[in-house]
């Protein structure tokens, strides 16, 4: 299994970046797919998720209104678009799945994680 994340860099605050994950060697309608973030010094935290076939999606409470999350079931992708994004965005981003029902916000309950990419917002 491979989770590949793509889309991060800098980027000012208040600005916006789309996040992708592309992953093979599993059956992607299986999984729930999970975006969470690590920042220096800080435990990794739960940014979003969506169920297999994407109609239930969940946000960590600091990401609603600004997060929106999609996954392409016929690419095998999915992806984090984000807006309005602040300072304390700044974080290393990582793409995960999960063999379960329901989405989980704990990173225990995820099987398979990408590499994670920089995502750096400066005032």
């Known amino acids: 299994v491979q989770l590949v994340e793509s889309g991060g860099g800098l980027v000012q605050a208040g600005g916006s970046l789309r996040l992708s994950c592309a992953a093979s060697?599993?059956?992607?309608?299986?999984?729930?797919m999970g975006w969470f973030r690590q920042a220096p010094g800080k435990e990794r935290e739960f940014v979003a998720g969506?169920?297999?076939?994407?109609?239930?999606?969940s946000f960590a409470d600091p990401m609603k209104g600004r997060f929106a999350i999609s996954r392409d079931n016929a690419k095998n992708t999915v992806n984090l678009q984000m807006n309005g994004l602040k300072l304390e965005d700044t974080a290393v981003y990582y793409c995960a799945s999960a063999l379960r029902v329901g989405i989980s916000n704990s990173a225990s309950d995820y099987d398979y994680w990408g590499q994670g990419t920089q995502v750096t917002v400066s005032s």
């Open positions: 969506a169920s297999q076939y994407g109609t239930v999606t």
């Open positions: 060697g599993l059956t992607f309608t299986e999984y729930v």
